[in-house]
């Protein structure tokens, strides 16, 4: 009984036209296509203890023959957003944005305005390192005491989304074991960033998100 | 007097030589000013995330979607928690509390507010069977605590074949070392 009420529910779901792309692969339309869709955010203790690491990656499910000619766009400035009082408010904000073959690097420094609508904190320069090519030696710079790499990675994402999308169709009851990595041997653009926690304020706990932003 | 003035001349016309073979010059090489790069204009939010698969395991695709990735954080919760209410209500029925003993209001109204709570000293894991939301690691198997957060109920035990997805680590091994991530297939 309680399962069949499940299934009638996903059923329901499925019928009212929700799509489950996750984590977020494949996102919306109004980001498809444009160098904007974020496919993951992780944050998370560096080597050295002493730094925090953020990723953001984007342009998610790409095959290997579509990966080396896949580019990050200069219209599109990655925003990592931090919150040091819990009010769900930017107090700091850490940019990246192309300009010919490199990544720039600007932050972490107060956002000025936050919200939607942000300029390129130029006055906060971190860094810039050239773009990674695809199958070649990661570019990796440190400047300022923080170490930065943007370019195509493997997407660190794993899950059977397409056994999930079976479930939520109610072709399939559950799960399969073992199940299938929907996301193996395909490809992301990563920027990631690893900075100094002193650098990020001193309350103990963080809130963080990512946003890409495009120019008007 | 005369030495300096003879100076002064050949100053002068050194000088004027000088100009009018820049001035020659402008048609073939412009003074080298480098321009500085261009970061100028105005960026507006398109996508937006923080916790994995969140928005859009929640939010239906479409416009709905389009709508919350363009929605800052601190306006999220009052927006779409019922929204996400009625989702977590569709995709399970007889949901009660989860693992964390939370309502689907409690529930929910954690999710709307799509961040990602980080500690700063310590353990960062989405969950490790320890820790719970401080941070997300490259090996957490986030979907299947998701999963088990939607359908497992109060104990984890509830709807057994919905609560893993029995993929449980990535396809290729991450290094402990910048850039963390492994090298692209």
């Known amino acids: ?216 | 007097m005369k030495t300096n003035r003879t100076k002064f001349l050949a100053i002068a016309i050194l000088t004027t030589a000088v100009l009018v073979s820049c001035n020659n010059d402008d048609d073939v090489v412009v003074t080298p000013v480098i321009p500085a790069t261009d970061f100028s204009g105005t960026y507006v939010q398109k996508d937006q995330m923080a916790r994995p698969a969140i928005n859009t395991v929640f939010i239906a695709s479409g416009t709905p979607k389009d709508n919350f990735n363009m929605t800052t954080p601190s306006t999220m919760g009052a927006t779409y928690q019922s929204v996400f209410q009625s989702r977590l209500l569709a995709l399970n029925p007889g949901y009660t509390t989860n693992a964390l003993g939370q309502t689907a209001a409690q529930f929910t109204g954690l999710l709307a507010t799509d961040v990602l709570g980080v500690a700063k000293s310590g353990t960062t894991t989405f969950f490790d069977g320890v820790n719970v939301l401080t941070g997300r690691a490259l090996a957490d198997d986030v979907i299947d605590t998701e999963l088990l957060l939607i359908f497992g109920g109060p104990t984890g035990g509830s709807n057994p074949g919905l609560t893993s997805d029995n993929v449980d680590a990535n396809d290729k091994a991450f290094s402990t070392s910048f850039p963390y991530l492994a090298s692209a297939w």
């Open chain 1, 1 to 216: 009984m309680k399962k069949s009420r499940i299934y009638l529910g996903l059923s329901l779901v499925a019928i009212s036209g929700l799509l489950l792309i996750a984590a977020d692969h494949a996102d919306a339309p109004a980001v498809t296509g444009n160098g904007n869709d974020i496919t993951d955010v992780y944050a998370f203790q560096g080597e050295n203890t002493s730094n925090m690491v953020f990723v953001v990656n984007t342009q998610g499910l790409l095959s290997p023959s579509a990966t080396g000619s896949a580019t990050f766009k200069e219209n599109v400035m990655t925003e990592i957003n931090i919150d040091n009082n819990g009010d769900n408010i930017e107090d700091l904000v850490i940019q990246a944005i192309k300009r010919g073959s490199k990544m720039y690097f600007f932050g972490p420094t107060a956002p000025g305005t936050p919200g939607t609508s942000s300029t390129v904190k130029t006055s906060a320069a971190a860094g810039s390192v050239e773009i990674s090519k695809y199958g070649k030696t990661p570019n990796i710079v440190t400047s300022n005491g923080m170490k930065f790499f943007a370019g195509p990675r493997d997407d660190p994402f794993f899950f059977d989304l397409n056994q999930y999308k079976a479930i939520l169709a109610g072709t399939a009851g559950g799960f399969n074991n073992p199940g299938t990595d929907t996301f193996a041997g395909t490809n992301v653009l990563a920027t990631i960033i690893e900075v100094p926690k002193t650098m990020l304020g001193s309350s103990s706990t963080i809130n963080v998100w990512a946003e890409t932003k495009q120019k008007q």
